[in-house]
């Protein structure tokens, strides 16, 4: 067994729906395991998933291969009984915590388990968070690190909210606001406050495969030396403008993040940014006044629409 904070904690990278149709994301899993292994010499990997079988090289480098050549979980519901395989294993090993990430990104932080375990440690909590958590009841799972036993609650399987049209972020918050026996009447971002850390996107240095994949494989870039730089270029939410941060790891406004729920670092612990300001207050307040408007006009128009048809029907 390989030594990592003193046997504390391993690396659970989870991986799903490996098919025919997705089988660009086989080639993101191996790319993301060979980086997680080269910056992580010392770190026990586990790697649970379901689909298509993974590449040779890549159950090479893992110290356990929890693999399904079915998915039997609700697309989109998020996938607690995968991630359950790995954290029970995890803890079978005597792991005590665990950083789980998702096949399709790569983290480009060294060492990653000893610089999340020194956060938790020194604020004293029991899970470190990132995005996609927002103001309104959603916990993001894609980046994720905490104490075992508190990870093996939140994920099990026979508490969790299944159902089609259920975001695997409500669930799992929903798993948190239980499990801490969080009281309704308090915000969420207070209850988040109670037992996570929280760090944006940088600090763990988040390249996102998925949706850049044009632009990363193929040889378009030595990932294996991406510079910092460069990592900035495709850190997660970047491509589609959700989550966009400058070369000093400032939240950078814009329509689509400043209007929304996203929890960042600096409204989670209450600390300034450079680009808040009396003009970008004014602009939020407008923003928001005008999807305000949209809104209202879009109800609107379809109380008329719904208004024609029963009148065509003559039901009306």
Known sequence: MKIMDNDKCCILI????????????????????IICRNLNPNSFIILS??????SNKTRELCDKVLWKSENTEFPGNGFPEMISRGLSYAKSKGYKYVFKFRGDAIIYRRNICSYCLNIINKESKSLL?????????????????????????????????????ISGNYAL???YKDFFKIKSSKSWISSLRLNCSFRDIPSFKWVDLRFNHNDLLN?????????????????WGKKSSVHIFDENNFLVFNKINWIQNWIYEYNFYKKSNKYININSVIRKYILL????????LYFYYIKIYLKKILLLFGIL
Do not use: C, H
Request: proline residues 2%; aromatic residues 14%.
């Open 14 to 33: 989870s991986q799903v729906w490996l098919n025919e149709e997705r089988y660009i994301f086989r080639e993101m899993l191996e790319i993301a395991t």
């Open 49 to 54: 998933g379901s689909g298509t079988d993974i």
């Open 129 to 165: 968070i990132s995005q996609e958590s927002t103001f309104n009841n959603w916990l993001g799972d894609m980046v994720i690190f905490g104490k075992i036993d508190v990870l093996i609650e939140l994920f099990n399987p026979d508490f969790w909210l299944k159902a089609p049209k």
């Open 173 to 175: 918050a929903k798993r």
């Open 219 to 235: 040889g378009k870039k030595d990932l294996y030396n991406l510079s910092n730089k460069d990592q900035i270029n495709y850190y």
């Open 289 to 296: 006044s005008l999807n305000y408007i949209n809104r209202k």
